[in-house]
């Protein structure tokens, strides 16, 4: 299992489609394609189409004043991360998985050698190659000790 995270290329795994707007575009559109898309995260993308920056939901929860309705008008580069973290296409599974626990984010953008994002990769997406992959060693992994379930079902 682990040999074969090793030399799986992210590319295999992420979204070909991120959802993607200009820096000037107003926060209340982005959310709003956010959730009718279903997406935990946007790209923004300057003129040329290379990548400025990712905005999370996390970033709608932390970054956003939410006091008034004026956030929706403001631009989304105004509380987007900048430069965030990326991997290339050829990238590891592994690798992107160190990546995201290290930077505990949820969400790489991929962008090839130009700067352009190809796709998104999202732990949801690495969670259900693992499960897909490897329904048993995932299923039957041994209890933690101190992670013991109090209810039959868990929880």
């Not at 592994?94 to 050698?113: E, N, S």
């Not at 190809?118 to 299923?139: C, D, K, N, W």
Request: contains cysteine; aromatic residues 4%.
């Amino acid at each position: 299992m682990i040999e074969e995270l090793a030399t799986t290329p992210v590319s295999n795994l992420a979204r070909p489609d991120p959802l993607s707007v200009t820096p000037d575009t107003p926060l209340g559109e982005v959310v709003e394609q956010m959730r009718d898309q279903k997406r935990g995260a946007v790209v923004i993308a300057d003129g040329e189409g290379k990548l400025a920056g990712i905005f999370t939901e996390r970033d709608l929860m932390l970054r956003v004043d939410h006091a008034t309705n004026a956030w929706r008008k403001q631009p989304i580069s105004s509380v987007m991360t900048s430069t965030p973290r990326t991997l290339e296409p050829r990238a590891s599974v592994a690798k992107a998985i160190r990546m995201m626990t290290r930077g505990v984010f949820r969400h790489v953008p991929i962008v090839d050698q130009d700067g352009h994002c190809t796709g998104m990769l999202s732990i949801r997406a690495i969670l259900q190659y693992i499960v897909q992959h490897y329904p048993e060693e995932f299923i039957n992994l041994p209890p933690d000790p101190k992670r013991e379930a109090s209810k039959r079902w868990g929880g």
